[in-house]
């Protein structure tokens, strides 16, 4: 007895004889290795391993009834604390994890989720709070995701370790939900933490976790794992109806359901990859809940149970598809052809399952190649195909495999390429949901095998833990490559071929950081591979336009809007290309373009009001430019634009304010010092302008207006030998500066 009690530990491959049993049950010092297991897990065992033999001890259930689950009893095992193990479990994912938060923001969707987002940027209010469940912006609907990033900026602002240190806690957190949630479904302690560790630190999680923008994921597992927590008391709680010693209560479990079900309505929430949870849990009632039996009818119930949950898949779904369909996310057929996504389909479930097992050269962006080779797609969809087969086939005593293959494969249905959202072929952080269940095949898989060969305990707590330290290993040095932008798709462009969303990722950088020459390369890079790749015309034609090459600029944004007629980005710098050759009223409708696209879009906003000055037009100007500070409030050059038409309708101590708030978010803004110089300077206030002025010249030394500006103040004064150095300077610095020279000849001229 006291050996099949060791023998119900998990992994159940320890086996012991009795000379071990009686050394390691005798001895106090070896208590402390070897745990003995719960009397519940082997009345469990014996329960099901007895399921239709005959028992004078034993009460058989019906196969077509649902079993109980196992009865949680207190002890001195470790065991039969899954609260500690799941907190040390949580305690090594965020050691492992918290390198992520050395990292900063990267040029990959962090922009349009945190650092150019004036919604997020405003922290919880309730106008943001409208805002997130009403906007279809990065053409994703997910509010609670958006609330989430909007409480981090109200914490943190926008020092990126904060959003970081959220996405890890929220990681760990889900790696002990993981362990519970598998634990309350088998009772297996052991091997529901191996799993779990074995998810939580397999460097495939890194993206989604040390990616801020990825918050949606973790947020999403969190609240999905939640939800079969749920359902895992639910399911305990109905098989209770069925038993001799409970009540015939109906009733009985409902709350946990509509918990399950509130549950799955936030992850939706978050991210609508959950979309696939009503299958889930039918899987689950499969094995290890065992509530379906051989019966139809009793199936027919259980899918008739799962209602509620279907009717919030078919409605997320719904509305996934026609935000991201309306943010031009989801590709045409007539782009990318059914065969090619099939194809696709086929090839990143092999691939999938390979960095599962070898996760090497792993990179953030997977283009898409449009066909692969057929001798690839044939062999991969053939190893798919054959697993699924075999798992079926072997349905009766791997009814685990069962369950974690159909997990790892339904649970990708939504991100596999059918509806292709994007330019990816795969991503990483797409096996952050589908990798729990294969990895639950495997550990349960390899639980079976050793204990076929009665493999010692020892090695086997050795292996577990050296796999777990190897996955550590390298989840923390592929969190390194998330450290900044130029780090990260470096390596996608060492680790991938022909990666043109990387060059131009990379070439993006490269242009923040001032480096135009090396982002123009990559640019150039990146459209040698990909010639219509309308992102890198539109960067590369800004990267011109920034070295003052307007025209050169000009037929690669005509090329961009060939392919995407309607992109709002390549429009609002087509605009500013033909405003700075002068061709104003053609910005003008290309901004306007822009606008009836995204009428959000604050820096449109901005540039058109700009245009809308230079005609003269400004009240319309003053519209725009105002609608572009409501906007983006914290942008210093809204409120400086807008204080310069203000200034120029008249309206002098409105103007003053605007140039104020500029310099309160931009204290080293040598413009806007000498424009707040003018105002004080028409106002009379003449100290003040040349405090403005002299401010202006010591950021900036050398703008000639500044100085022809503090000369007709010198003048004014009765300052002329100051006013003739000033106007002096202005010429060396602008010898053709027309008033310059008139002022001077009159200066000079004037009696002493």
């Known amino acids: 007895m006291a050996q099949k009690i060791v023998q119900a530990f998990l992994p159940r491959c320890f086996v012991f004889t009795p000379d071990k049993l009686n050394k390691f049950g005798g001895d106090r010092k070896h208590r402390l290795v070897f745990f003995v297991a719960p009397l519940r897990v082997l009345a469990w065992h014996e329960a099901h391993r007895n399921v239709g033999k005959s028992s004078a001890s034993s009460t058989v259930v019906p196969p077509d009834r649902p079993q109980p689950m196992p009865a949680v009893r207190a002890g001195s095992s470790l065991w039969n604390r899954p609260g500690l193990l799941a907190l040390g479990l949580v305690l090594v994912t965020l050691i492992v994890f918290l390198r992520a938060v050395e990292g900063g923001f990267v040029d990959y969707d962090d922009a349009d989720y945190v650092t150019a987002n004036a919604q997020v940027q405003a922290g919880l209010t309730w106008a943001g709070v409208r805002w997130a469940f009403t906007t279809g912006h990065a053409s994703n609907w997910h509010p609670l995701t958006w609330l989430s990033h909007m409480l981090d900026a109200q914490l943190y602002g926008l020092t990126p370790a904060g959003h970081h240190l959220t ?13 519970l949630v598998l634990w309350n479904l088998t009772g297996a302690a052991g091997r529901s933490l191996t799993a779990a560790a074995l998810f ?11 990616w801020i923008s990825e918050r949606k994921d973790v947020l999403s597992l969190f609240f999905g794992l939640l939800a079969l927590l749920a359902y895992a008391r639910f399911a305990a709680a109905r098989s209770k109806v069925n038993t001799a010693s409970a009540p015939p209560d109906r009733r009985r479990g409902w709350g946990a359901y509509g918990l399950a079900l509130l549950c799955f309505a936030l992850s939706l929430l978050s991210k609508p990859m959950w979309v696939t949870l009503p299958f889930l849990l039918l899987l689950l009632d499969y094995w ?25 898949t078919v409605a997320s779904s719904l509305v996934t598809f026609w935000v991201q369909q309306r943010g031009g996310a989801v590709a045409s057929v007539a782009g990318l052809p059914l065969r090619a996504r099939l194809e696709n389909a086929g090839v990143a479930y092999g691939r999938y399952l390979l960095k599962t097992f070898w996760p090497a050269d792993l990179a953030p962006l997977y283009p898409h190649p449009g066909f692969w080779p057929t001798g690839q797609v044939v062999v991969v969809t053939l190893v798919v195909i054959g697993i699924s087969l075999l798992v079926i086939a072997r349905r009766r005593t791997w009814p685990y495999a069962v369950v974690g293959w159909f997990w790892f494969v339904g649970t990708l249905v939504p991100v596999i390429g059918l509806v292709q959202v994007g330019i990816q072929s795969l991503a990483d952080r797409y096996t952050y949901l589908p ?5 639950l095949a495997l550990v349960w898989g390899a639980q079976s095998l050793v204990a076929r060969w009665r493999i010692p305990p020892l090695p086997i707590a050795f292996g577990v833990l050296a796999l777990a330290a190897t996955c550590a290993a390298l989840t923390w040095r592929q969190i390194g490559f998330w450290r900044d932008s130029e780090r990260l798709f470096s390596r996608a462009v060492a680790v991938t071929k022909n990666n043109y969303l990387a060059h131009n990722n ?17 640019y150039e890079t990146s459209l040698r591979i990909k010639p219509d790749y309308e992102d890198a015309l539109n960067n590369l034609g800004h990267a011109l336009a920034g070295q003052g090459r307007h025209a050169e600029a000009l037929p690669y944004y005509e090329a961009a809007l060939r392919v995407r007629p309607r992109h709002v980005e390549v429009n609002n710098n087509y605009g500013n290309a033909l405003a700075n050759l002068g061709r104003l009223d053609e910005a003008i409708r290309h901004y306007e373009i822009a606008l009836r696209e995204n009428p959000q879009h604050a820096d449109t906003h901005n540039n058109l009001g700009i245009a809308l000055a230079q005609q003269g037009c400004l009240e319309a100007a003053r519209d725009h430019l105002q609608e572009a500070e409501r906007l983006r409030p914290q942008h210093a050059g809204s409120h400086s634009n807008l204080g310069n038409v203000l200034a120029a309708l008249g309206r002098l101590d409105a103007a003053a304010g605007q140039y104020r708030q500029a310099l309160r978010l931009q204290p080293d803004d040598a413009q806007a010092h000498n424009n707040l110089g003018n105002v004080f300077a028409e106002q009379g206030k003449l100290e003040a302008a040349a405090r403005q002025y002299q401010r202006a010249l010591e950021l900036n030394p050398h703008n000639p207006e500044t100085h022809f500006n503090l000369a007709l103040l010198r003048a004014r004064q009765g300052r002329l030998a100051d006013a003739l150095r000033q106007v002096e300077e202005t010429l060396r610095l602008q010898p053709d500066h027309a008033a310059a020279r008139r002022q001077r000849a009159l200066w000079q001229a004037a009696p002493r």
Request: without cysteine; glycine residues 12%; proline residues 6%.
């Open 200 to 210: 939580a630190l397999h460097p495939l999680r890194v993206e989604s976790v040390a």
């Open 167 to 179: 996405s890890v806690a929220f990681h760990a957190v889900n790696a002990g939900l993981g362990f």
């Open 288 to 312: 290890p809940l065992r509530r379906g039996g051989a019966s139809v009818r009793v199936w027919g119930r259980l899918v008739m149970e799962k209602l509620p949950f279907f009717a919030l």
């Open 506 to 522: 990379l070439g993006f950088y490269f242009a923040q950081q001032g480096r135009l020459p090396e982002a123009i390369a990559q």
């Open 435 to 439: 990798g729990l269940g294969l990895i």
